[in-house]
Structures are given as structure tokens and as C-alpha cells.
């Protein structure tokens, strides 16, 4: 709850409308003490008295009356009115929604139908008929507005309580012989109050302006007294010669609404999950690049090579560092592998190269990534984007999701490399049926008219290899494109991957966490441990003598065809939280092998041979390893 | 296609049927008798137990309801006794001057509001999107019947640019110019509101869809930023905004009732608000339940839109 205060009130226009609203709602309450002339008190003889002269402080209306003493009348009828029909729409509504939600079955569904059809009206026959049934009058204008809202709590109540009528505590809560109303009252009513509030702080302002709407037409508070709705109603005859009389209640309705709502966005910010975690916020085109220390300058003949490369996300006041220093280079024909387990910063690292890491949150903080000796951080998006897709191109894991849901694959094709070429669509189309044949689709010229959700999952996969290709890059990330996948399909697309990089010189990153993979493709390999590269080389020596206890431990996971009774060593504990690193060693506290020395200080990568480096100083001997 | 559209129409059915079901039970909760209402307080009881059986109203409620029903069917909404006039006639010739108006700030509303939040959430954060946001925001909280009369007051009065109210001039002809200037004020000040919450419901939506995955493929593919914005993003966040244009048109069709009274346009709004006050309950009943029908089958042509827009939803 505290909590909950300190995030409304850090809203400064949540807390602009609290004030607003105070202020209105505290005069309103206060005005019959304060010295205003009585609201009804007719006096022709001081008919539409301006604003500020002969003494009263807003001016007269058509028939002499104080138009500040109408004005809190009015406001403090509009108010009551408002939050009355809130309450009695929530109340009731609510009510509703969880017994539809909680039992279910036939009862649900008779209670939805009818909701449905109230919702099938545009709300304003159904206030109108339920006036002209009742008769005009500010009590009636009140029942047909809270009737309108009822169904729209109802809906919302109930979609939250069928997600509570089936959680665990709610079963344990009948198991123990509780009967249903206090179950409803107890376990199920706690949980959905906060949603109740949610709604109902959206839709006041919202009930405030339909009331006085009703009363602005005449059916809702009838003469001598008046809402904020009346007045606007009654000034209008007068609108042209006396506009003071229309501009002084309408401009009281938009304040209370503006702060009411402002007041209710501040509360829904503050009770949405979402928001807090930054969820909701747009990734911008690039990544955003904020480099401290120095560049590192372009070094050797790598196609790409990515230089002391640090990518951070800084949500609200934590930084987490998912790439802390990581080194990688590829020449052309080549293919380096990075293995890890969730969460090492392998995606990342891959993501950083073409500035798509989203942001905010993410930012690089430091390093550079070159291609063909040009720095792609912090250039510009141009540049980056002339590059993305068309000389280093992406394959993602799990094509249904990263394939656009409602373009067929033939346009998402097209578009691949309409955004880099001038091509005519029927060429583009040739050389998309051509590349889909190159990726072995059967079918090629009718698959390529039919959407992403027809295909299956290997297809899919298929589709995103041959759209990176389409272009024919120079260089392929490949971010785990075969996790989702069986494994006949995954050998398929491995050959694929293999034979393409052969005959067209192709640069392969390919992210993973399978050895499999990495053997049958890989010329070298990177093992990544929270955000650093822990041990790297050719994929021979890693895989045959393993330095790191951590490279060493994950393959120990793996289980081999015909090595009989070896026990499978699964890691203990978990990677730690990279917002909070331990000095030294990341891997220390699951090490067997560990010592103080692991933690003291920070641990460069040190080569052991010509084509091994490792992060350790007591590194797996490999005498040893053979020896076993 | 067909056959989605023929589902779709017959689904209506059971909806038509409980909106004329709850229509007649709201008219029947009327206190009094209709009879007295309409022979006025000094009329016989002979007259009135007359009038009521020449009305069918001494019939048992559900056999009044299937008569109503059947009558309705046939195009007999029965006859308005203070404008002495058919119904469906009256509820015809109004509601052709409330489409258009309610028409013209529909598409007003959907094109605006729809830009505005697509501009909104690809700036997210920046001058535009906190501009637009602000706008949003009194365009929601301000009665429209107020933007109605500050518009009449600055534009038409002081200003001069266009008439007072009225679809038509009085004197003059009545041509197409002379309907869009007598237009002009009311469906703007129509589509303010809706023109809000439009814009904010589209940008939520935009910001759900910029987060996803294939956003990041299009970006990888080099897509320019333009074109993920308008092709990949607002196509795949249109699936959610259809559906808020298609709620948003029953209160673009609610606000008409308050434009129309403000600039004195001679749509159904007016009708019924005037058919209120006179205690006219066949033509309120006949107004609702037209309107409401006619909701209902626009509603369809939304969902038949969305069906054209997701290959996803099968027909």
C-alpha cells in the first residue's frame, strides 16, 4: 500500500490531479459555510451580471441568481452524482462479474449473454430508454447511468475472477469445507478489489460527464435545482449574448474531469505490473550506445570482430550488465559457435552487433564491433541499417513469433530485399520461390503465397534462413535457429547451414546451448558464463580438453550414445544475477575446484595453447582429462 | 468469405431479439397508463379502457411483446402521437441526417485518432507524444456538448466562418457546399472525443506490438524505420484497433444525440430526446430499436473487416 502511494505520488500529473481534485471536492463540501449568495435566489433586476462586477465573484445568470453559489451547488450535486452512480455501477457490476466468473457452467453463460446484449447498444438508447420509462430527474438520470456501466464491470470483473476461481488457494479454500459466499468473500473479492479500483478510477470522469450530458438535455436535474450539466443546459439559450454564463460551469466540468482523470491514469500506472518492469515502453531503432572509456581501434583482418563489446540494461535503479567485455571475431567461411547456458549474455552479444538489442532497457556501454574495419557502435542508423539484412543478417529462434503474423512469406521475402535493391516485385518473387527451393521447400511456388501460422515449425525455421540469404550476406547470425526444433529437422537445416557457408564463403555466428551442434558445425567455439567469454578455441581442443571447470561440467551434462553407466553431473546452484557479479571468477561459488584466489581479483583470458584461451587459474589439466 | 459473413449475420439474430426484448421490457416498466397519457388527465374512463384495448395494451405482457415483435417485422412501428406521423417514416428521414453527421465524424475520428497514436508511440517520450498525449487528454474530459457551443461561440458567431446550425440553409439551395459548411462545426465537434480515446487505445496497442519479435526481424532485415512503424506495426496492431473503432462508432452514434441538440441538427438524437419530453413511447421504442439494429449490423461489417485483415481468423 505504501508502495503503491510512493508510485502515485512520484506521477507529478497523477499528483497534479489529486491536488485539483482535493481542491474541488474540499470547496464544494465547504461552500455552504462560505459567504456566497444563495444559489436559487432569483433577482431580474440583476439579470447576467459579468464576471468580477458589483460585487459577486463570477456574475449573475439569466434569472439573477449568484452564478458562484450555483457553481458549488452544482459541482457538489455533479460529484455525488458521479461517484454515486460509480459506486452503484461498480457495486453492482461487480457483484455480477464474480458470480458469472466464480460458478461457471450455465450460469456464466446465461449472465454473459445478457451483458453482451446491453453492451450491443450504443449506451445512449439504452440511458434514454431507461429515462423515458422512469421520467426525467436527476435520481433516474443516475439509475440509467450506472445501468449503462454495469455491464462493462461486470465483463472486466468477471475475466479476472475465472483466473481466481482456479487457483490453488481458492481449491484448498473448499477442500477445507468453506462454503462458496465465503469463499467469494474471503479469498476471491481481496484479489479483484484492486481491478474494481482500476476500472473504477477510468470511468468517474467518464460517468460525471454523462450525467450532466443527461441533464444538459433536460432529463436529468430538473428546476430549481441544478448540476454542473443543467447550467450548461439552461445557458445555452444565452450562449451568444451572454457566453459567461455557458463558459463558467463547462469549464468546472473539464477541470473535474481532466484532474479526475488525470488522478485515474496515476492509479492505473501505479497498479500495473507492466509498467514497473518498463515493459510497455518502445524499442527505438538502435540500441542506444553510451560510451565511457576509450574505443578500441580496429585491429586484424576479421571480417567481424567484436572488441571488448559491453551491453547493459538499466532497469529503474538496477544495472545489469549482460555482456561484460566479450571478444569475438569471424573471417569469411568461417564458423564460431557461443555456447551457454539462459541467460550468459550469448543473445545479447549477438544482438549488440547490429545495435538491435531493445531499448530502453538495454544500452552499450562500452567496446566496438568492426566490420571489415569500420565501428558499426554508435553509427549511424543509416549506416546500421544498410548494412542489417543485407551484409549481416539474423536467423532467430522461433520463427512463429518472428515471422510478421499477416504478410504471406512470399511479401516478407520480397520485402527483404526490396529494402536494399531496386527490384521489380515479379523479379523479387523469381528469386524468393529460388530461395525457398535453395532451403528445400517443396512446394515452393505455392508456399510462398500462404501465411507464416500454415506452415510448420521447420518450414517456418526454413523461411528465416532463406530470408537472411536473401540478400546474400556476408556474414549470418544465427541465434539458436534450431532450439524449437526435432532433431532429423535440426540435422537438416545444420547440412543446410554448413554446405551454404562452404560454397558461398559465408561468416557464421551461431549461438546455442547443444555441443551437438557446435561438433558438427563449428570451426570454433566461445563459451560464455554471465556476459564474459570464460574459455575459447578451436572446437577440437575445447571439446576434446575442456579448460574451464564450467566448459567441463557443461559437457558432463551431456549424455553420450553407448557410454553406459556415466552418471550425469548436472550443475549445481544457478548463474548468478548480473546485476550483482562477486569479484573474480563469475563461476567461483559452483566450482568444485575452487580457492580464495577464484574471488580475489579479476581473471583475464590467458592462452594455454596457440588456439586455446581460458578464464581460470586453476584450469582443467588435460593430462588429467585423458588420463580418466 | 460468404459463408463467414452469412455466420455472422445469422449470430445477430439472438442479439436483435434481446435488444427488442430488453427494449419492450424498459417501456413496459413505465409507471401509469399510456392511455391516460395520451388522452391527457381529463378523459374519460370509457375512453381510456377504449384507447387501451384498441392499443392491444389489456393484453398479458408476452402476448403484447410477440404482436409488437410481428408488427415490427412487417415494418409497422406504429404511429407517433405528437407528430401524428408513422414511426419508421420519421425514424427513416432522421436518421439520414444522423449518419451522416455520426458518418462523417466516424471517419474523422478513426483516421485521426488512429495517426495520432501511431505518431504518439513511435515518438514515445518525446515532444510529440507528450503533445499528443496532453491533447488526448482534454479531449476526453471536455463535454462535447461545450466543445459544441465554444465552437458555435468562436466560429460561427465571432468568427463568422460558418453557420450557426441547421443542416440546411434556410433560404438557398441545398447543395453539397452548403452541407459541408453547416456540417463542418458539429462533426467536429463530434469527433473530438472519440478522436481521444482513439488515439490513446491505438497507441497502447502500437507499443504492445512494437515490443514483439517480428518487429526486431523487420528491423534486422533493414527495414526502413518508416516502414516498420506503418507496414509491420500498425498492420499487426490494426487486429486490436479495429475492434476499439468498431465500440468507438456507438459512442461517436451516443455523442450525436448532444450535437444535435447543441447545433440543432434534425437527426434521431434530437428525436428521442424531444419524443422523451413529450412522453412519444412508440416512437422512443421504434427510434432505440432501429438505431440499436442498425449497431448491430455495422458491428458486423467490423468483424468482417477483421476477418479480411487476420488470414488468422479462419471463415
Same mark, same amino acid.
Given at each position: 500500500?505504501?508502495?503503491?502511494?510512493?508510485?502515485?505520488? &512520484?506521477?507529478?500529473?497523477?499528483?497534479?490531479?489529486?491536488?485539483?481534485?482535493?481542491?474541488?471536492? =474540499?470547496?464544494?463540501?465547504?461552500?455552504?459555510?462560505?459567504?456566497?449568495?444563495?444559489?436559487?435566489?432569483?433577482?431580474?433586476?440583476?439579470?447576467?451580471?459579468?464576471?468580477?462586477?458589483?460585487?459577486?465573484?463570477? =456574475?449573475?445568470?439569466?434569472?439573477?441568481?449568484?452564478?458562484? =453559489?450555483?457553481?458549488?451547488?452544482?459541482?457538489?450535486?455533479?460529484?455525488?452524482?458521479?461517484?454515486?452512480?460509480?459506486? !452503484?455501477?461498480?457495486?453492482?457490476?461487480?457483484?455480477?462479474?464474480?458470480?458469472?466468473?466464480?460458478?461457471?457452467?450455465?450460469?456464466?453463460?446465461?449472465?454473459?449473454?445478457? $451483458?453482451?446484449?446491453?453492451?450491443?447498444?450504443?449506451?445512449?438508447?439504452?440511458?434514454?430508454?431507461?429515462?423515458?420509462?422512469?421520467?426525467?430527474?436527476?435520481?433516474?438520470?443516475?439509475?440509467?447511468?450506472?445501468?449503462?456501466?454495469?455491464?462493462?464491470?461486470?465483463?472486466?470483473?468477471?475475466?479476472?475472477?475465472?483466473?481466481?476461481?482456479?487457483?490453488?488457494?481458492?481449491?484448498?479454500?473448499?477442500?477445507?469445507?468453506?462454503?462458496?459466499?465465503?469463499?467469494?468473500?474471503?479469498?476471491?473479492?481481496?484479489?479483484?478489489?484492486?481491478?474494481?479500483?482500476?476500472?473504477?478510477?477510468?470511468?468517474?470522469?467518464?460517468? %460525471?460527464?454523462?450525467?450532466?450530458?443527461?441533464?444538459?438535455?433536460?432529463?436529468?436535474?430538473?428546476?430549481?435545482?441544478?448540476?454542473?450539466?443543467?447550467?450548461?443546459?439552461?445557458?445555452?439559450? !444565452?450562449?451568444?449574448?451572454?457566453?459567461?454564463?455557458?463558459?463558467?460551469?463547462?469549464?468546472?466540468?473539464?477541470?473535474?474531469?481532466?484532474?479526475?482523470?488525470?488522478?485515474?491514469?496515476?492509479?492505473?500506472?501505479?497498479?500495473?505490473?507492466?509498467?514497473?518492469?518498463?515493459?510497455?515502453?518502445?524499442?527505438?531503432?538502435?540500441?542506444?550506445?553510451? &560510451?565511457?572509456?576509450? %574505443?578500441?581501434?580496429?585491429?586484424?583482418? !576479421?571480417?567481424?570482430?567484436?572488441?571488448?563489446?559491453?551491453?547493459?540494461?538499466?532497469? &529503474?535503479?538496477?544495472?545489469?550488465?549482460?555482456?561484460?567485455?566479450?571478444?569475438?571475431?569471424?573471417?569469411?567461411?568461417?564458423?564460431?559457435?557461443?555456447?551457454?547456458?539462459?541467460?550468459?549474455?550469448?543473445?545479447?552479444?549477438?544482438?549488440?552487433?547490429?545495435?538491435?538489442?531493445?531499448?530502453?532497457?538495454?544500452?552499450?556501454?562500452?567496446?566496438? $564491433?568492426?566490420?571489415?574495419?569500420?565501428?558499426?557502435?554508435?553509427?549511424?542508423?543509416?549506416?546500421?541499417?544498410?548494412?542489417?539484412?543485407?551484409?549481416?543478417?539474423?536467423?532467430?529462434?522461433?520463427?512463429?513469433?518472428?515471422?510478421?503474423?499477416?504478410?504471406?512469406?512470399?511479401?516478407?521475402?520480397?520485402?527483404?530485399?526490396?529494402? +536494399?535493391?531496386?527490384?521489380?516485385?515479379?523479379?523479387?518473387?523469381?528469386?524468393?520461390?529460388?530461395?525457398?527451393?535453395?532451403?528445400?521447400?517443396?512446394?515452393?511456388?505455392?508456399?510462398?503465397?500462404?501465411?507464416?501460422?500454415?506452415?510448420?515449425? =521447420?518450414?517456418?525455421?526454413?523461411?528465416?534462413?532463406?530470408?537472411?540469404?536473401?540478400?546474400?550476406?556476408?556474414?549470418?547470425?544465427?541465434?539458436?535457429?534450431?532450439? !524449437?526444433?526435432?532433431?532429423?529437422?535440426?540435422?537438416?537445416?545444420?547440412?543446410?547451414?554448413?554446405?551454404?557457408?562452404?560454397?558461398?564463403?559465408?561468416?557464421?555466428?551461431?549461438?546455442?546451448?547443444?555441443?551437438?551442434?557446435?561438433?558438427?558445425?563449428?570451426?570454433?567455439?566461445?563459451?560464455?558464463?554471465?556476459?564474459?567469454? $570464460?574459455?575459447?578455441?578451436?572446437?577440437?581442443? %575445447?571439446?576434446?580438453?575442456?579448460?574451464?571447470?564450467?566448459?567441463?561440467?557443461?559437457?558432463?551434462?551431456?549424455?553420450?550414445?553407448?557410454?553406459?553407466?556415466?552418471?550425469?553431473?548436472?550443475?549445481?546452484?544457478?548463474?548468478?544475477?548480473?546485476?550483482?557479479?562477486?569479484?573474480?571468477?563469475?563461476?567461483?561459488?559452483?566450482?568444485?575446484?575452487?580457492?580464495?584466489?577464484?574471488?580475489?581479483?579479476?581473471?583475464?583470458?590467458?592462452?594455454?595453447?596457440? +588456439?586455446?584461451?581460458?578464464?581460470?587459474?586453476?584450469?582443467?589439466?588435460?593430462?588429467?582429462?585423458?588420463?580418466? | 468469405?460468404?459463408?463467414?459473413?452469412?455466420?455472422?449475420?445469422?449470430?445477430?439474430?439472438?442479439?436483435?431479439?434481446?435488444?427488442?426484448?430488453?427494449?419492450?421490457?424498459?417501456?413496459?416498466?413505465?409507471?401509469?397508463?399510456?392511455?391516460?397519457?395520451?388522452?391527457?388527465?381529463?378523459?374519460?374512463?370509457?375512453?381510456?379502457?377504449?384507447?387501451?384495448?384498441?392499443?392491444?395494451?389489456?393484453?398479458?405482457?408476452?402476448?403484447?411483446?410477440?404482436?409488437?415483435? @410481428?408488427?415490427?417485422?412487417?415494418?409497422?412501428?406504429?404511429?407517433?402521437?405528437?407528430?401524428?406521423?408513422?414511426?419508421?417514416?420519421?425514424?427513416?428521414?432522421?436518421?439520414?441526417?444522423?449518419?451522416?453527421?455520426?458518418?462523417?465524424?466516424?471517419?474523422?475520428?478513426?483516421?485521426?485518432?488512429?495517426?495520432? @497514436?501511431?505518431?504518439?508511440?513511435?515518438?514515445?517520450?518525446?515532444?510529440?507524444?507528450?503533445?499528443?498525449?496532453?491533447?488526448?487528454?482534454?479531449?476526453?474530459?471536455?463535454?462535447?456538448?461545450?466543445?459544441?457551443?465554444?465552437?458555435?461561440?468562436?466560429?460561427?458567431?465571432?468568427?463568422?466562418?460558418?453557420?450557426?446550425?441547421?443542416?440546411?440553409?434556410?433560404?438557398?439551395?441545398?447543395?453539397?457546399? #452548403?452541407?459541408?459548411?453547416?456540417?463542418?462545426?458539429?462533426?467536429? #465537434?463530434?469527433?473530438?472525443?472519440?478522436?481521444?480515446?482513439?488515439?490513446?487505445?491505438?497507441?497502447?496497442?502500437?507499443?504492445?506490438?512494437?515490443?514483439?519479435?517480428?518487429?526486431?526481424?523487420?528491423?534486422?532485415?533493414?527495414?526502413?524505420?518508416?516502414?516498420?512503424?506503418?507496414?509491420? /506495426?500498425?498492420? #499487426?496492431?490494426?487486429?486490436?484497433?479495429?475492434?476499439?473503432?468498431?465500440?468507438?462508432?456507438?459512442?461517436?452514434?451516443?455523442?450525436?444525440?448532444?450535437?444535435?441538440?447543441?447545433?440543432?441538427?434534425?437527426?434521431?438524437?434530437?428525436?428521442?430526446?424531444? /419524443?422523451?419530453?413529450?412522453?412519444?413511447?412508440?416512437?422512443?421504442? @421504434?427510434?432505440?430499436?432501429?438505431?440499436?439494429?442498425?449497431?448491430?449490423?455495422?458491428?458486423? #461489417?467490423?468483424?468482417? /473487416?477483421?476477418?479480411?485483415?487476420?488470414?488468422?481468423?479462419?471463415?
Amino acid at each position: 500500500m505504501m508502495g503503491f502511494i510512493l508510485l502515485l505520488a &512520484r506521477n507529478r500529473l497523477a499528483l497534479g490531479g489529486l491536488i485539483v481534485m482535493s481542491l474541488v471536492v =474540499g470547496l464544494a463540501l465547504l461552500s455552504p459555510l462560505l459567504p456566497l449568495a444563495d444559489p436559487d435566489v432569483t433577482d431580474t433586476a440583476n439579470r447576467f451580471k459579468l464576471p468580477f462586477s458589483d460585487g459577486t465573484l463570477l =456574475g449573475t445568470d439569466h434569472l439573477g441568481r449568484d452564478l458562484a =453559489g450555483r457553481l458549488m451547488s452544482g459541482t457538489r450535486l455533479s460529484l455525488a452524482v458521479g461517484f454515486a452512480a460509480a459506486i !452503484a455501477a461498480a457495486t453492482i457490476g461487480s457483484a455480477i462479474g464474480i458470480v458469472a466468473g466464480f460458478y461457471g457452467g450455465r450460469t456464466d453463460n446465461i449472465i454473459m449473454r445478457g $451483458v453482451d446484449m446491453l453492451m450491443a447498444f450504443p449506451y445512449i438508447l439504452l440511458a434514454l430508454a431507461i429515462v423515458a420509462a422512469l421520467g426525467p430527474g436527476l435520481l433516474n438520470a443516475l439509475i440509467a447511468v450506472a445501468a449503462v456501466n454495469i455491464p462493462f464491470f461486470a465483463r472486466n470483473i468477471r475475466g479476472i475472477t475465472v483466473g481466481i476461481a482456479h487457483k490453488e488457494f481458492v481449491d484448498a479454500a473448499r477442500l477445507s469445507g468453506m462454503t462458496n459466499t465465503r469463499i467469494i468473500l474471503s479469498e476471491v473479492l481481496p484479489n479483484v478489489v484492486p481491478v474494481i479500483v482500476i476500472a473504477m478510477s477510468t470511468t468517474v470522469g467518464w460517468m %460525471i460527464l454523462e450525467t450532466a450530458g443527461l441533464s444538459f438535455l433536460g432529463l436529468g436535474s430538473q428546476p430549481p435545482q441544478a448540476d454542473l450539466g443543467s447550467m450548461l443546459g439552461e445557458a445555452r439559450s !444565452a450562449l451568444i449574448t451572454n457566453p459567461h454564463t455557458s463558459l463558467v460551469p463547462g469549464a468546472m466540468i473539464l477541470i473535474i474531469v481532466m484532474a479526475i482523470n488525470l488522478l485515474g491514469d496515476g492509479v492505473r500506472d501505479a497498479l500495473d505490473p507492466r509498467l514497473k518492469s518498463g515493459a510497455l515502453s518502445r524499442p527505438m531503432p538502435t540500441t542506444m550506445v553510451n &560510451r565511457a572509456g576509450p %574505443i578500441p581501434p580496429a585491429s586484424d583482418d !576479421a571480417l567481424l570482430a567484436v572488441r571488448d563489446l559491453q551491453t547493459q540494461f538499466h532497469i &529503474r535503479d538496477r544495472i545489469y550488465k549482460a555482456v561484460d567485455g566479450v571478444d569475438l571475431q569471424v573471417r569469411p567461411g568461417e564458423c564460431l559457435g557461443i555456447i551457454g547456458e539462459s541467460g550468459s549474455g550469448k543473445s545479447v552479444t549477438a544482438l549488440s552487433i547490429m545495435g538491435l538489442v531493445a531499448s530502453p532497457p538495454g544500452v552499450i556501454t562500452g567496446g566496438a $564491433v568492426h566490420y571489415k574495419g569500420q565501428d558499426l557502435i554508435g553509427a549511424p542508423y543509416e549506416t546500421l541499417r544498410k548494412l542489417r539484412g543485407d551484409r549481416v543478417a539474423y536467423i532467430f529462434q522461433d520463427p512463429l513469433a518472428t515471422l510478421h503474423p499477416l504478410y504471406t512469406v512470399g511479401d516478407q521475402l520480397i520485402e527483404a530485399m526490396q529494402a +536494399h535493391h531496386r527490384v521489380s516485385k515479379s523479379d523479387a518473387r523469381t528469386k524468393a520461390i529460388e530461395l525457398l527451393k535453395s532451403v528445400r521447400i517443396p512446394n515452393a511456388e505455392i508456399r510462398i503465397d500462404i501465411y507464416p501460422h500454415e506452415m510448420s515449425g =521447420g518450414m517456418r525455421q526454413r523461411v528465416g534462413i532463406a530470408m537472411a540469404l536473401a540478400n546474400d550476406p556476408e556474414v549470418i547470425i544465427a541465434d539458436e535457429p534450431t532450439t !524449437a526444433l526435432d532433431v532429423t529437422v535440426q540435422a537438416q537445416i545444420l547440412s543446410l547451414l554448413d554446405e551454404l557457408r562452404r560454397d558461398r564463403g559465408l561468416a557464421i555466428i551461431f549461438i546455442t546451448h547443444d555441443f551437438g551442434v557446435v561438433a558438427q558445425l563449428c570451426d570454433r567455439v566461445a563459451v560464455m558464463y554471465a556476459g564474459r567469454i $570464460v574459455e575459447e578455441g578451436s572446437t577440437e581442443a %575445447i571439446l576434446n580438453a575442456p579448460a574451464h571447470p564450467y566448459t567441463a561440467r557443461l559437457m558432463d551434462c551431456v549424455p553420450e550414445l553407448g557410454q553406459g553407466q556415466r552418471k550425469l553431473a548436472a550443475i549445481p546452484g544457478l548463474p548468478p544475477m548480473v546485476d550483482d557479479l562477486p569479484t573474480g571468477c563469475a563461476f567461483a561459488d559452483r566450482c568444485d575446484r575452487s580457492s580464495a584466489a577464484c574471488r580475489a581479483s579479476d581473471i583475464s583470458l590467458k592462452k594455454i595453447t596457440s +588456439h586455446h584461451r581460458v578464464r581460470c587459474i586453476l584450469p582443467v589439466p588435460f593430462l588429467q582429462e585423458v588420463a580418466q | 468469405m460468404t459463408g463467414y459473413i452469412l455466420k455472422r449475420i445469422v449470430s445477430a439474430i439472438p442479439v436483435l431479439l434481446g435488444i427488442s426484448i430488453i427494449v419492450f421490457l424498459i417501456m413496459a416498466m413505465i409507471p401509469g397508463d399510456p392511455a391516460t397519457a395520451i388522452l391527457g388527465s381529463y378523459a374519460t374512463p370509457e375512453n381510456v379502457a377504449k384507447l387501451n384495448s384498441d392499443l392491444g395494451l389489456d393484453k398479458p405482457l408476452v402476448q403484447r411483446y410477440f404482436i409488437w415483435l @410481428g408488427n415490427m417485422l412487417q415494418g409497422d412501428f406504429g404511429r407517433s402521437f405528437s407528430l401524428n406521423r408513422e414511426v419508421l417514416e420519421e425514424v427513416q428521414d432522421r436518421f439520414g441526417a444522423t449518419l451522416v453527421l455520426a458518418g462523417t465524424a466516424f471517419v474523422l475520428c478513426s483516421l485521426l485518432g488512429v495517426a495520432a @497514436g501511431v505518431v504518439s508511440a513511435s515518438r514515445q517520450y518525446g515532444l510529440a507524444d507528450k503533445l499528443i498525449t496532453f491533447v488526448v487528454l482534454l479531449g476526453i474530459s471536455i463535454p462535447s456538448f461545450f466543445i459544441g457551443m465554444m465552437m458555435i461561440l468562436i466560429f460561427a458567431v465571432n468568427l463568422r466562418w460558418f453557420p450557426v446550425s441547421g443542416m440546411w440553409p434556410i433560404y438557398g439551395a441545398r447543395d453539397f457546399s #452548403a452541407l459541408i459548411s453547416h456540417l463542418t462545426l458539429p462533426a467536429l #465537434a463530434l469527433t473530438v472525443v472519440a478522436t481521444g480515446v482513439i488515439a490513446r487505445l491505438s497507441r497502447s496497442a502500437m507499443l504492445e506490438v512494437l515490443r514483439q519479435d517480428f518487429i526486431r526481424t523487420a528491423r534486422a532485415k533493414g527495414v526502413s524505420e518508416h516502414g516498420v512503424i506503418w507496414r509491420h /506495426a500498425l498492420r #499487426a496492431a490494426m487486429v486490436s484497433i479495429i475492434p476499439i473503432l468498431g465500440i468507438q462508432a456507438g459512442f461517436v452514434l451516443s455523442g450525436a444525440v448532444y450535437i444535435e441538440i447543441v447545433f440543432q441538427w434534425p437527426g434521431i438524437g434530437r428525436m428521442l430526446v424531444d /419524443a422523451i419530453l413529450k412522453r412519444d413511447i412508440l416512437l422512443v421504442q @421504434g427510434g432505440v430499436v432501429f438505431v440499436a439494429a442498425c449497431y448491430v449490423l455495422f458491428n458486423i #461489417a467490423v468483424d468482417v /473487416a477483421q476477418s479480411l485483415l487476420d488470414p488468422r481468423i479462419k471463415a
